[in-house]
């Protein structure tokens, strides 16, 4: 886990990145790199969160590699960076080979396909401990049930970026012997029928083309400007396989901001928001959730709570109505009280703060989140040094805090070294 923070205004855009990974779900290092340049000469930044490389490759290494060749280009606009390096991504068969493709669809439905046994499991061990027995016709019924509602909730999901029925089509025909073999593997001894096989083909093709993602997804920040632009912008992506040398990836408009005018601003977090939202709400998102759950429920309950003897069934659904409507109320006052007293004047601030403030603040909300984790009996997956950098369009991106795994001052051929690939009679023209 992770916890990165990104500040926009129409002066800059400040990141700032905590460095604890997690591996093995237990041990944490304080050391990881989630921040990057994405250009030697551009101002355009990269941040990571989620898993820290795409299909056991690094992130690290396809950022470096990427900006290596990238070399002196540049581009008009932001989006077109981020298109750019989703092209490199697909095509990078030294970093994802078709075996390794491969190896990552089957993973994937492997999972997918646990998943679904373990659900049969759990339906037909209450019957095995009632009955002593159950038939395997009845196991059969039940599995062909589960099988048509995850089916059915997986052909209802978009396709992710890029991709489309074709592609769908084509890994179903191409890999349905491994897929085969997979079920046989998942479901043993079990006799599925033909059509319920054909389904489950369908489920193991939906799963690298469809915006359904697993706990490996990785998300990418990327930020700063193109040339044509005068302000700056931010744009995210959930990603998580490649197949076919396609890329599964999703744009995530939720994280994305464009500034077009000078009096715009916003403060997005990643991965581990709840100290952000809470900063910026004045409450804490999980409190948010158990008081509107408790009003709702109680709400509810408030018909039978009175005396249903002395009303008319019209009457009593007439309450219900007032008190549904009452709670809507509320909580629509709820959030205006929010937004006028905590995050406007926030925001206010943020949209005439200086680069160094932006700077700070974002850090500020990274270090909160390691505070909140430290104090606490969770683990301490938020923490060790902040990177932050600020990007501009006079100064381009600017370190303002950096972490180095060696001593600089030991390592100058490092920084002598950074610019000698780049072409500058490129960069000129």
């Known amino acids: 886990m992770t916890a990165e923070v990104a500040i926009i205004n129409s002066g800059a855009v400040a990141l700032a990145a905590d460095s604890a990974i997690t591996i093995g779900g237990q041990k944490i290092y304080k050391s990881a790199i989630k921040l990057f340049s994405l250009s030697k000469i551009a101002p355009v930044g990269i941040m990571i969160y989620g898993n820290a490389s795409l299909m056991d490759v690094p992130w690290e290494i396809l950022i470096k590699s990427y900006r290596r060749d990238l070399s002196g280009q540049t581009f008009d606009h932001l989006h077109d960076y981020a298109e750019d390096f989703i092209k490199y991504l697909e095509n990078h068969p030294s970093a994802f080979p078709k075996e390794v493709q491969t190896e990552w669809l089957k993973r994937s439905v492997r999972g997918y396909y646990t998943l679904i ?246 850090e500020a909300f990274v270090n909160l989140t390691a505070f909140k984790r430290r104090i606490t009996d969770s683990m301490e997956t938020v923490g060790g040094p902040v990177d932050v950098a600020v990007i501009s369009k006079g100064d381009g991106l600017v370190w303002v805090k950096r972490k180095h795994y060696f001593p600089a001052d030991l390592n100058q051929h490092f920084f002598e070294n950074y610019f000698r690939e780049v072409n500058y009679e490129k960069c000129q023209k």
Request: glycine content about 4%; some cysteine; aromatic content about 8%.
């Open 117 to 362: 046994r373990e659900e049969l499991w759990k339906e037909v061990h209450p019957i095995l401990q009632s009955n002593g027995e159950i038939s395997q016709s009845e196991i059969l019924k039940i599995f062909s049930r589960i099988v048509k509602k995850h089916h059915k909730i997986l052909s209802d999901y978009d396709y992710s970026d890029g991709m489309s029925s074709n592609e769908f089509v084509n890994i179903k025909e191409k890999y349905k012997d491994e897929f085969k073999k997979i079920r046989k593997e998942i479901f043993e001894k079990l006799k599925i029928s033909a059509a319920i096989a054909a389904l489950l083909n369908d489920i193991a093709a939906f799963l690298p083309v469809k915006q359904i993602f697993s706990s490996s997804v990785s998300g990418i920040v990327i930020a700063g400007y193109g040339e044509k632009q005068l302000y700056p912008s931010i744009i995210t992506y959930e990603v998580e396989g490649v197949i076919e040398n396609k890329l599964k990836y999703k744009k995530n408009s939720n994280k994305c901001h464009s500034i077009k005018q000078g009096t715009e601003c916003a403060i997005l977090a990643f991965a581990q928001e709840d100290m952000v939202d809470t900063f910026m709400s004045g409450i804490n998102p999980s409190i948010l959730h158990l008081l509107n759950g408790y009003l709702k429920k109680l709400f509810d309950r408030l018909p039978e709570i009175v005396n249903q003897s002395k009303f008319k069934e019209s009457e009593l659904d007439q309450l219900k109505r007032d008190t549904n409507k009452l709670l809507k109320v509320f909580f629509k006052e709820f959030q205006e009280h929010v937004q006028k007293e905590h995050i406007h004047p926030v925001l206010r601030m943020v949209t005439s703060l200086p680069k160094d403030e932006l700077a700070a603040m974002a």
